[in-house]
DNA sequence: TTGTATGCGTTATCAT
DNA sequence: ATGATAACGCATACAA
């Protein structure tokens, strides 16, 4: 029976005819308590289908079973896999999540402090580069958190995300492999921090091929599709070409992809192309691009275990967490075209 | 100064030299207090940086200032912008948002049911075309709840979604409009309840243009890609060919898509296509996909609204809220090709 | 092994 | 207009 109020902790006491102390131990120290009480309590929880009043709980506790997860950007399409992640592996140890969104607005993030300051999240997800919090930055007191996916720039925090420089060195190694020398690479040295990684990815590969770079042809962008175009015309203006684009993000790979056909090249028979990241969107670009999946979701569940080992009482790793990254072969790389290597 | 410890009403009410009483009405009723009072007050909040901490005050009024919203699926690349439009609205309202995801297993169900139970959530936004919680759906005392983009199937909880005859009208009208009469449907009666009214907008729009329904190339899949292909294989084996393809979503015109292309077929050249949704990648298709836009952000914002406003004690609406999908035109629409239009 | 009693930080009732 | 205090539901120190 339901009754039209909750049931409480006194209402399974009356009902096993026990304390509401003895009910509080069968709960989270049944070892504690007698089997025969044990049994009665069980039996008392079933029938009122008593459920812990969290909030009663968290008070009492002086913390919360709610993790914040605060992203800049919610639709980013990298978000929702680590989302499931997280998500998972929360709610298999009893946590929830709270979802905040800053939209790069120091106003915003000030009101996820306030969460946190309220006890609502007894930990913190950060899918940023840089702490959201505007100038109360330095003076928060911050929960146990960690940064998933990418670097976060202040404040000595725990990160999970991909070895960025191993996955750069697939890349290129594959370019290396099909026979490219003239790789060009198409950075973005400011947005975010895993994206210098990137660049040594693939220096590192061009080294280990005694390939000496050309700084004629690695180019700093700012990640996004109309960065890669704009990336095509300097290039053609300079009249410095490569045979291979080795693209910092799916998004320049993109901008570069449209700037190349629009001047009425074919991908890949003129021009190879690798994007970082794998976005869904990947698979459905023309040619579908080759690039650097990112385990979206096993970063989420690392980050949240973490966490979770943090909340715990753990110790903090000394740095930090990268998964590898796996290359995905598509259709956007082949050997390079004659056309480019008579230069 | 920020304390080890956060500041609690009785730190204000010993600097404000009042009592935590006046403090408390100091901030949920200023009117009610004097103005030099209010005054000590609000200057002692901000030497102590005092925020009201939300589980005292969830437990003392009952009820807290989550929403929760389940999905099926997070990754959904729907969820996304819906999610931006929950959560822009609720925040605004001081509320925060829970996110629960089931993957369509209703023991997943249950644990967040214990959510609610626990009294963690106020409301209930529901993504998802029936209610998760498996056999205690029933007597399962729900919170305030909305559905969102999908009607739910039992439980008579208000929806707020698109309105899927008019979007669908407006497909079949363009198709009519550029000479389209032999348009095929490929449905999908099972999955989602808004699939049967897309469904309701084609014959609509056949039956006022005067043209005569033919079941033959009427065919109902399950929303998938692999739908639209078996669609595909299907027809091409009756010989009962249509010039175009309305499809009930973005996934199965892709499929649709994908199948004539492997025919070798040209489109729009050779077959018209229209999707439902506008996914993130109908404009990365090849074609870029003719199909009805989801308004989104919109969809979240009206159902916390609305959520909101039955929490406040509003009257949930008799019927369900309707926005209207706009019709996105690309590239997979053409008139009719005169190699079909000769049957 | 079990029970009693206190306090977590609020808000609301009732005095003053 | 303001203050004292009870109660929200729980976990635990201390007693028995």
Redesign the pocket.
Known sequence: MSHS??A???DVARIA??????V??A???PE???N???LKVNQAIAITG?T??AM??S????RSNMILVVAPDIGDPNFSNILVGLENEARAHGYGILIGHTQNDAQRGLEYLKFLNSNQAAGLILFTGILPFGHQTMTARLPPSVGVFEPVFNGGIPYVGVDDIAGARKAVDLLIAEGHTRIAFIGDSRTRLAYGRRRMGYEAGLDAAGISPDLRIVLEGDGTIESGRLAIEQLFMRDTLPTAFMCVNDQTALGIMLGLIARGYDIPRDFSITGFDDVPQAVFMQPSLTTIRQPRTLIGRHAMALLLDLLGGGEPPESEILLVPDLVVRNSVSVPSRQWLKR
């Open positions: 109020t909750p409480t902790i006194e005819e026990v304390s509401i102390a003895t509080s131990r709960i989270h120290n504690k308590v007698a025969s009480t044990r008593y812990t009043n009663a709980r008070l009492r506790l002086g």
